[in-house]
T-cell receptor, first 112, second 115 residues
Framework: DSGVTQTPKHLITATGQRVTLRCSPRSGDLSVYWYQQSLDQGLQFLIQYYNGEERAKGNILERFSAQQFPDLHSELNLSSLELGDSALYFC???????????FGQGTRLTVV | GDSVTQMEGPVTLSEEAFLTINCTYTATGYPSLFWYVQYPGEGLQLLLKATKADDKGSNKGFEATYRKETTSFHLEKGSVQVSDSAVYFCALQNFKRGSQGNLIFGKGTKLSVKP
């Protein structure tokens, strides 16, 4: 158990809908990363937050957004969902921005 | 930009066989290098890491050496077990100025070990 908790584990939704994925980092970790794992793109970095502030952005679509709350948990919001958004979404946390990252078990999103 | 290339799978081996999964990288500066493992239905787990040239990371019988001259970080294990069946990802993290510091992954290599 990495100490990073992601909910829900599975999510099935229709095209055009909006969903929110939640991540609780390890106790005390200030940095949260979101990654997308899909068959065609592999593991792609989406976005990083550090202590509530956006620190880095990767290949995140404009339809996607994220935030980190004062209690350090993070949410990834995916809107206007398309079939191609079906993927496994991972959250990772680390104590500092450059420290080792620990991954959650992921949320498997299926868009139908 | 920075990138990681690892050998395509799947790799199928018999128990107790020798394993090598090749990984090469492209990066400026001195990135840290990692191997992550993903067991079926689970998240990513850090298997081993190396933070500077000539460092050897090791864990659970797996080893990898950071070779700056060949920009490689090949994963090896002398005798694989059925329980090693998983997908293995090579990754780098670059902390140099101007880098985002996130992990950059290879596409993964699926290993199946037969009894």
């Amino acid at each position: 158990d990495s100490g990073v908790t992601q909910t829900p584990k599975h999510l099935i939704t229709a095209t055009g809908q909006r969903v929110t994925l939640r991540c609780s980092p390890r106790s005390g970790d200030l940095s949260v990363y979101w990654y997308q794992q899909s068959l065609d793109q592999g593991l792609q970095f989406l976005i990083q937050y550090y202590n509530g502030e956006e620190r880095a952005k990767g290949n995140i679509l404009e339809r996607f957004s994220a935030q980190q709350f004062p209690d350090l948990h993070s949410e990834l919001n995916l809107s206007s969902l398309e079939l191609g958004d079906s993927a496994l979404y991972f959250c990772a946390s680390s104590a500092r921005a450059e420290a080792e990252a620990f991954f959650g078990q992921g949320t498997r999103l299926t868009v139908v | 930009g920075d990138s990681v290339t690892q050998m395509e799978g799947p790799v199928t081996l018999s128990e107790e066989a020798f394993l090598t999964i090749n990984c090469t990288y492209t990066a400026t500066g001195y990135p840290s290098l990692f191997w992550y493992v993903q067991y079926p239905g689970e998240g990513l787990q850090l298997l081993l890491k190396a933070t500077k040239a000539d460092d050897k990371g090791s864990n659970k019988g797996f080893e990898a050496t950071y070779r700056k001259e060949t920009t490689s970080f090949h994963l090896e294990k002398g005798s694989v077990q059925v329980s090693d069946s998983a997908v293995y990802f090579c990754a780098l993290q670059n902390f140099k100025r101007g880098s985002q510091g996130n992990l950059i992954f290879g596409k993964g290599t699926k290993l199946s070990v037969k009894p």
